[in-house]
């Protein structure tokens, strides 16, 4: 059965940090592209970042490119977001997805969510 | 990256046939056969419905279609049912090698 499993959310102040994790089982982790998506409370689904089977390939939204950095650790199947600078726009429940091939937005496998709250 | 375009609300009786329409451009909806659909219940995680304008994956009910015009792709759901009231996202590849949502539609069953 595959699972993702989110973790690491939390409450920061503005202009702190925080890394996500998602941890996974049941697929070849080293095959699948991976992704993070964010939904802002009472709103909808924003795409936030992407990272290639191997890593070597990373590409991010505008409103978090240069604070958020996405990695991935093949040996433990974990994907990582980490988070620097935030801000109050920044509050969501962050979902990493597993993408089916790469380069369609098809994600077939969600993590349960992780709140992200960015207050003072 | 602006968000893809979809009307705020649809509403439709059981039984009925509504669709549901997701406007972007050139950059993305209209450039590529990378569009994907996604119903999301309250308090749950997206699931993937339609991909590549007009697929669906293995155990998607038939009742749902995708099809794609110029710039505009679009989600069909035939025979509406009060299970198919939930929130509805496109999502497209972009020229930028990114993705984009749409704005997202809440689906009502009279």
């Known amino acids: 059965e595959v699972q993702l499993v989110d973790s690491g959310g939390g409450l920061v102040q503005p202009g702190g940090s925080l890394r996500l994790s998602c941890a996974v089982s049941?697929?070849?982790?080293?095959?699948?592209?991976m992704n993070w998506v964010r939904q802002a409370p009472g709103k909808g689904l924003e795409w936030v970042s992407s990272?290639?089977?191997?890593?070597?390939?990373?590409y991010y939204a505008d409103s978090v490119k240069g604070r958020f950095t996405i990695s991935r650790d093949n040996v433990q199947s974990t994907l990582y977001l980490l988070m620097n600078s935030l801000r109050g726009d920044d509050t969501a429940v962050y979902y990493c997805?597993?993408?089916?091939?790469?380069?369609?937005?098809?994600?077939?496998?969600w993590g349960q969510g992780s709140l992200v709250t960015v207050s003072a | 990256q602006p968000a893809l375009t979809q009307p705020a609300s649809v509403s439709g009786s059981p039984g009925q046939s509504i669709t549901i329409s997701c406007t972007g451009t050139?950059?993305?909806?209209?450039?590529?056969?990378?569009v994907s659909w996604y119903q999301q219940h309250p308090g749950k995680a997206p699931k993937v419905i339609i991909y590549?304008?007009?697929e669906r994956p293995s155990g998607v009910s038939h009742r749902f279609s995708g099809s794609k015009s110029g710039n505009t792709a679009s989600l069909t759901i035939s025979g509406l049912q009060a299970e198919d009231e939930a929130d509805y996202y496109c999502?497209?590849?972009?020229?930028?090698?990114?993705?984009?949502f749409g704005t997202g539609t809440r689906v009502n069953v009279l």
């Open positions: 050139s950059s993305d909806v209209g450039g590529y056969n990378r």
């Open positions: 999502s497209s590849y972009t020229s930028s090698f990114t993705y984009v």
């Open positions: 590549d304008v007009s």
């Open positions: 049941g697929f070849v982790f080293d095959n699948a592209a």
């Open positions: 997805a597993k993408e089916v091939g790469w380069g369609s937005p098809t994600f077939d496998h």
């Open positions: 990272i290639s089977p191997s890593g070597g390939s990373r």
